[in-house]
């Protein structure tokens, strides 16, 4: 937590610091209050009772004063070359008053033990440096070039203006975080630095695989409410909806592959239950999903499929070093 705090410091009072303590047990309180009187004027505390991760950002959210707004989880921290780099960027945008409502940048799987960091970068997706909206320019994101909450900075008024608001005793709504406010995004940039470092690799983390298998309903009820999101919000600009269906063709994978790598029966019924779901809500969503290189694999029939689709996984997994 040190650490991450420390590392936003560096923005100085170009930034605001809202340190949020969720109900926290241990000495999160006392952490937060020492930064808030060593640095009133950038750090402020905010306590409230236990919500979960995305009552947490809810509450900084409810709170941010700022033109714009980024979350960073308590054990992961921001690059101080490129966080310098984007804050005089950003700076500049709210000066000379230009339209920005997401502002792109990279972030680096920071797994324990991984000599070799892997990086996300969105290079050849999209031009770097320049605001561009989804009609001027041409946006192609490959199939391994995955937008998460980590790589957005979003202007604060427009999670507002689309009345985001996270479930509470939820995890995993990070995705929600993701996709609901970029239908409302006409306007981006997209800066080719290495800003947030996503640590991954503590056991008991939420993104943990043994984790996950514990949690999986609430991964669930996430995809669904991703999916009924998507099927009432498809008259959207084509490559804003050709990203989102990546996306969402992406947590359709994670929520299967959890399920089939448990080798429970019941996971494993859970599994057809979520894409039945996907299908009676929207067939033709259903098909564009399931006939998709993931839909293929994540539902292969017999043990024979799901060895493949296990073996699939973990080659991804030593690739790119998620948990």
Not at 286 to 311: A, D, E
């Amino acid at each position: 937590m040190r650490k991450c705090i420390d590392s936003a410091l560096l923005g100085g009072e170009d930034v605001e610091i809202l340190i949020v303590n969720d109900g926290s047990t241990d000495d999160t309180a006392k952490i937060a209050d020492e930064y808030q009187k060593k640095y009133p004027t950038i750090c402020k505390a905010l306590h409230k009772e236990n919500g979960g991760h995305g009552d947490a950002v809810n509450c900084g959210m409810a709170n941010a004063t700022g033109k714009y707004f980024k979350v960073v989880d308590s054990d992961d921290w921001l690059d101080a070359t490129a966080y310098q780099r984007i804050l005089k960027i950003l700076k500049k945008v709210v000066e000379e008053k230009h339209e920005l409502d997401m502002l792109l940048a990279n972030y680096v799987y920071d797994k324990v033990g991984r000599r070799n960091k892997r990086v996300m970068r969105y290079r050849h997706a999209l031009p770097a440096n320049r605001i561009i909206s989804w009609d001027s320019a041409r946006i192609h994101f490959s199939k391994w070039q995955y937008v998460l909450m980590h790589s957005v900075i979003y202007r604060t008024d427009l999670l507002r203006e689309c009345k985001l608001e996270l479930p509470k005793h939820t995890f995993y709504v990070d995705n929600i975080y993701l996709c609901k406010p970029m239908i409302h995004v006409e306007k981006l940039m997209y800066v080719n630095a290495d800003l947030y470092h996503y640590y991954i690799g503590r056991e008991g983390q939420s993104v943990n695989e043994q984790t996950m298998i514990k949690r999986i309903d609430q991964q669930l009820l996430v995809n669904r409410t991703l999916i009924e999101f998507f099927s009432r919000n498809q008259n959207i600009n084509k490559q804003k909806y050709k990203l989102l269906l990546q996306y969402l063709d992406m947590m359709m994978c994670v929520a299967s592959i959890i399920c089939i790598v448990s080798d429970d029966k019941e996971l494993l019924q859970k599994k057809k239950d979520l894409w039945k779901f996907l299908k009676d809500t929207d067939k033709g969503l259903y098909r564009k999903l399931r006939c998709s290189v993931f839909g293929i694999v994540m539902n292969l029939p017999g043990k024979p499929g799901r060895w493949f689709s296990k073996t699939s996984y973990h080659f991804m997994q030593k690739l790119f070093g998620f948990n």
